[in-house]
């Protein structure tokens, strides 16, 4: 039998405890919310979770089998739904789900993760309330939000609730330390810029952040006719530029207060007036709202563009 813990996630001893506690009950939820800011590990942990539900009672050689099949999305029985390409989860993927349901499992229990559920429109979330309220057999879902203001409370008084929290800089430093071979000072700079976030972490090593907050930075500071064109030639996706832009912009308030903080920022940003910023980061904030209402990504973006 597997030893109940999740070596391969950084952080969240609560949310692990209550995890591996269900387990040990046989005491698995029909519905998990995980709660929590972006970026901190919530889908590693649902799928780690997936993994170790199905594998603690099995052989070594059979456990390590699942557990891949698992993590190269090879089974229908543990399913990732994510937002389309509009940036919203639609009916269509909670209805595929119902009928995936129907097929018999090859594990012991089957795992539907939805990644930023609260995107999903309207008529996707009463699908899956429907779902809630007669669930299939060994089955259960995993809610992953960072807004969870925006989920119905139908849903919400239906899941069992995993709080998540950013990562404290000890339990990123002693990860980072194993797997990169980085200088204190290096490791310094990359945990305070990472703002509790391994995958932030990650891509600071790997120069991805540095890219992202430099395309947010000449969004935010070219003429309002000239947004457009940049954006139409991003390689990004929607929700994780809105955060980098966001961030770009409460660090410059930051900045204004006389908190030090390690993210440079542009001349251009710092003649920026209080008001002018806070404008900025709660335009961020709604845009994650419409997002929810099935707004079109390019109307979000040419109002943002324009207003801003």
């Known amino acids: 039998m597997a030893t109940l813990t999740f070596t391969n996630v950084v952080g969240h001893k609560l949310a692990k405890k209550m995890l591996i506690s269900d387990i040990q009950a046989d005491r698995i939820a029909t519905a998990y919310l995980f709660t929590g800011p972006d970026h901190v590990g919530k889908r590693t942990l649902a ?21 891949k099949l698992i993590d190269d999305g090879l089974t229908l029985d543990v399913v990732l739904v994510t937002p389309t390409d509009k940036g919203t989860i639609h009916i269509d993927q909670i209805r ?30 009463n699908a899956l309330l429907k779902l809630l309220e007669e669930p299939p057999e060994r089955t259960s879902f995993i809610l992953i939000t960072s807004r969870e203001d925006m989920l119905p409370d139908t849903i919400k008084s239906r899941t069992r609730k995993i709080p998540f929290r950013r990562i404290e800089n000890h339990e990123l430093a002693t990860y980072l ?112 709202s419409h997002l929810q209402y099935n707004v079109a990504p390019d109307l979000l973006w040419y109002y943002i563009s324009l207003t801003l």
Request: with cysteine.
């Open 177 to 288: 330390r194993t797997h990169y071979p980085l200088h204190e000072k290096e490791l310094n700079l990359v945990i305070e810029r990472a703002e509790g976030s391994l995958t932030r972490a990650l891509d600071i090593i790997e120069g991805k952040q540095q890219e992202k907050e430099a395309l947010a930075t000449e969004f935010l500071i070219s003429p309002k006719n000239n947004r457009l064109k940049l954006l139409n030639n991003l390689n990004i996706e929607l929700p994780d530029f809105l955060y980098t832009v966001e961030s770009l912009l409460r660090t410059a308030l930051l900045t204004k207060y006389g908190v030090k903080r390690v993210t440079p920022i542009p001349d251009e940003l710092r003649t920026w007036d209080t008001d002018r910023l806070l404008k900025g980061i709660k335009l961020c904030e709604q845009a994650y």
């Open 96 to 125: 595929n789900l119902k009928e995936e349901a129907s097929y018999l499992s090859s594990l012991a229990h089957r795992f539907f993760i939805i990644d930023d559920a609260h995107t999903m429109t309207q008529e996707a979330a």
């Open 47 to 67: 799928i780690e979770f997936a993994k170790l539900v199905n594998t603690h009672q099995l052989p070594p050689e059979t456990s390590h089998r699942i557990s």
